[in-house]
């Protein structure tokens, strides 16, 4: 009785996710042959918003996929997933080459604002809602996408990342390479962080992405200081400034760092926190705006 009892559950629950993460192959313009991943839940909301999600180096797409809850939470908001995945350099992305640090000229940046375009065109999607979240080398991509393409994405949350243009003129990017500069936390003016994301799209006065920075204190392999010359990056390029600390955001061990009202820039550090994705989908799915808080 308990065995077709289970049984019975399981082939529900089969069921009830239709739903899967599903490869796209043409997709459009995809200048460095990335590849291109879409989860659209069973229910989709009405004109939905698109999450881009960045795996990080040694990662694929149908790992990060089942790192976090993101898909769960697309199946109860409606929302849509892109999940690019590189099979380049180690699976790290191309966040130093100046194809991917400029607008509209190429490198993995292009191919993942294609994927976008196509979320968008073939699911009906709203482009006044896509965001980028993503991890180590994910999180490097996420900072540079928001840089490099404020008028696709309108808010982004780096996790373990570096500042956008950090690693600009490296051979690669990846914990392998020669020159660990960057990873190591690498020190620019406010002024001169922001000159860098300003000057990949020349003349552009359009909306700027929010941005959310997340870094473990303890993360030896891409140092705290890259968070924190990503907040000066970002808070330069937003017009806020450091404003105030509020101690255990989102848990306990946390550090929450606000910049003017909180709603264009925060960050987020976390004591004895290691080289981990750290994701809390509740507090990033509120960021974006697609749950409320």
Request: aromatic letters at 10%; charged letters at 10%; hydrophobic letters at 40%.
């Given at each position: ?85 590189t ?23 292009a ?90 799209f ?9 941005m ?35 101690d255990?955001?989102p ?7 606000i ?17 981990a ?17």
């Amino acid at each position: 009785m308990f065995l077709q009892t289970f049984l019975g559950l399981a082939a529900t629950a089969a069921t009830c996710l239709g739903a899967s993460l599903q490869p796209v192959s043409d997709f459009g313009n995809n200048p460095t042959n990335i590849q291109m991943n879409i989860y659209v839940p069973d229910k989709l909301a009405a004109k939905p918003a698109v999450i881009v999600a960045l795996h990080g180096c040694g990662g694929t797409a149908q790992q990060w996929f089942s790192q976090t809850q993101l898909p769960s939470h697309a199946d109860a908001n409606g929302f849509i997933l892109v999940y690019p995945s590189t099979p380049h350099m180690s699976n790290c992305w191309d966040v130093q080459s100046a194809d991917s640090l400029t607008h509209g000229q190429g490198g993995d940046a292009a191919g993942i604002v294609s994927m976008v375009q196509y979320a968008l065109e073939r699911h009906g999607g709203d482009s006044e809602r896509v965001f980028v979240m993503g991890f180590s080398s994910g999180g490097m991509m996420t900072n540079l996408l928001a840089g490099s393409y404020p008028d696709v994405f309108a808010a982004g949350a780096a996790y373990s990342g570096v500042a956008f243009g950090c690693a600009a003129g490296s051979e690669a990017a990846t914990p392998a390479s020669s020159n660990q500069t960057c990873a190591q936390g690498l020190q620019k003016t406010a002024q001169e962080w922001g000159n860098l994301v300003r000057n990949a799209f020349p003349g552009y006065t359009g909306r700027r992405p929010r941005m959310q920075i997340t870094h473990g204190l303890a993360d030896g392999l891409v140092r705290p200081q890259c968070a924190t010359e990503a907040l000066k990056q970002w808070s330069n390029v937003l017009g806020v400034e450091f404003s105030r600390e509020v101690d255990g955001v989102p848990t306990g061990g946390w550090k929450q760092q606000i910049y003017g009202d909180g709603t264009k820039l925060q960050g987020f550090f976390g004591e004895g926190v290691g080289h981990a994705p750290s994701v809390n989908e509740q507090q990033l799915l509120q960021w974006f705006g697609l749950i409320s808080g």
